[in-house]
């Protein structure tokens, strides 16, 4: 039967958030409904409360989250009732181009659940990143669960779900940094401060944290693009993890780019495949080779969300985490 519980809904752009009460149908075939345990405020739901994403309002935001599965349909064997999980939004098709050419993590045709939940009046909600986490409970396709040791704390786990991973896999998947290398982070809010750890994790002799006060933020990304550009080692790699407005143009001049060498990147989610990632960085954490905790800046409840925007906002949080 399909279950009222309570999410965070954004109606309109730039409207404080309100918890509302949202209906959660059962899972149908390849579904599954999750309780969620912890979910981290993230800026990109910040991003779609402000409308920058889409216009698909209302969202049900969250997305950075981990729980346990209660329930699931017709033809899941990936997860089962029971299972403590973190929520991915890669979960791969393994039949297009990407997924065949063994690089799943390019997926052209990741998966959502099929069925909407819904306002009580029926308005159907848009989770955001096809999640929709800060809720007591919310429905996924089972393949957006990834099933990791209980042992974790869901809090700390949860951050894998996004900004953690993201951070992590600009180091250690995309940028590929190894033993030895000297990395330079631009940007140490909860991403980047990921990225200094994935460098760490992967042998960087030198790593360099780069920071500025919040406020020159948007004005300045193209620029420091450019920084990046130049500052770089002869054939070094820059590898772009903030999301740039639509308005932003990058000017190089190409002689530059050909004499420099080395390759320019960007990082969706780290280059992720959660299946493969999430388990593994999990092991790392509870081997105290990790430290997951530390991103965890407080735990505040569903109706701390807006707050935790603000905070988000004047840099006072690596990670606000809601704990249901
Ligand atoms: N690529 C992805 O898959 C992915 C996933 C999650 C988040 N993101 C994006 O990553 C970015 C960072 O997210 P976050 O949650 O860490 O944000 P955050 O607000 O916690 O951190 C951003 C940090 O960058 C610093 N900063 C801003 N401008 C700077 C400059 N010019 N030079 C040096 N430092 C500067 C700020 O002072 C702040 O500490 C956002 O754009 C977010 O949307 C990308
Ligand atoms: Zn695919
Ligand atoms: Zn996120």
């Known amino acids: 039967m399909a279950q009222q519980v309570r999410g965070v809904i954004a109606s309109g ?3 404080p958030v309100r918890i509302e009460t949202i209906i959660v149908p059962d899972p149908g075939p390849g579904e599954a409904v999750v ?5 981290g405020v993230c800026h990109t739901d910040l991003h779609y409360r402000e409308g920058g994403i889409n216009d698909d309002f209302p969202f049900l935001l969250g997305h950075e989250a981990a729980g346990v599965v209660e329930s699931v349909g017709e033809g899941v064997t990936e997860v089962a009732p029971g299972d403590f999980v973190i929520l991915n939004w890669r979960a791969v098709c393994g039949q297009c181009r990407a997924c065949l050419r063994g690089r799943p993590w390019y997926c052209f045709n990741t998966h959502n659940a099929t069925q909407k939940m819904t306002l ?3 308005t159907e909600l848009s989770p955001a990143l096809g999640i929709g986490a800060f809720a007591d409970k919310t429905l996924v396709a089972a393949g957006q669960c990834t099933k990791v040791s209980a042992e974790a704390s869901p809090a700390a786990a949860g951050l894998l779900g996004c900004g953690v991973m993201a951070g992590l896999g600009a ?4 940028g590929n940094v190894g033993r030895g290398d000297t990395v330079a982070v631009i940007g140490c809010g909860g991403v980047g401060s990921a990225a200094v750890l994935g460098a760490r994790l992967a042998g960087a002799a030198r790593i360099i944290a780069v920071d500025v006060d919040h406020r020159k933020l948007d004005a300045a990304r193209p620029e420091t693009y450019e920084q990046a550009f130049y500052a770089r080692d002869l054939a070094g790699t820059v590898v ?3 999301v740039p407005t639509p308005g932003m143009r990058l000017d190089l001049p190409l002689q530059e780019v050909f004499g420099r060498g080395g390759s320019l990147k960007s990082s969706w989610y780290g280059d ?3 299946s493969r990632d999430f388990p593994m960085l999990i092991d790392l954490y509870l081997q105290g080779r990790l430290d997951l905790d530390a991103f965890v800046s407080e735990t505040i409840t569903l109706d701390g969300v807006e707050d935790a925007f603000t905070k988000m906002h004047h840099g006072d949080v690596l990670r606000s985490v809601v704990v249901l």
Not at 171 to 174: G, K, Q, R, V
């Open 120 to 122: 009580l009046d029926g």
């Open 13 to 15: 752009r730039g409207e």
């Open 171 to 174: 180091a250690l998947n995309t």
């Open 35 to 39: 309780q969620v345990q912890a979910c």
């Open 240 to 242: 772009l993890v903030g």
């Open 272 to 274: 992720c495949l959660p």
